[in-house]
């Protein structure tokens, strides 16, 4: 599918996308795509559909870093993917990936998340 075309009277959403390994982050940058767990599927294509711009940032758990960014470029789908195994993921969806670099936590703690009692965003 085409990419979307940016709508500047919408909103730009962010997500902090976890990843339980970087091998899953390695097969995402490769091959352009991503899967998440059944019950963040509803709340990532709302935000798709309603938003400007959908930008998810990537942590594999306990890292301590960010291992890059990328643009939701599709909504997810039924179609699931076997690269990531039968680990409980919901439908594919596409993703342009902006950055590719692990960037420490320390580097973003300025940033405070309002949604999230004003927590550091990592």
Not at 9 to 15: A, E, L, M, N
Request: hydrophobic residues 35%; charged residues 20%.
């Amino acid at each position: 599918s085409k990419s979307p075309s940016p709508r500047p009277d919408r909103p730009v959403r962010y997500f902090i996308m976890k990843s339980s390994n970087l091998q899953n982050i390695d097969i995402s940058q490769q091959k352009g795509i991503w899967s998440t767990t059944p019950s963040n599927e509803q709340k990532l294509n709302r935000a798709f559909l309603e938003s400007s711009m959908v930008y998810l940032i990537f942590s594999v758990q306990g890292s301590g870093h960010f291992q890059g960014f990328a643009r939701m470029a599709s909504e997810i789908g039924c179609e699931k993917s076997q690269d990531w195994g039968s680990a409980g993921f919901g439908g594919v969806f596409k993703v342009e990936w902006i950055k590719k670099e692990s960037i420490p936590f320390q580097f973003a703690h300025h940033l405070l998340n309002p949604w999230n009692d004003n927590k550091k965003v990592q």
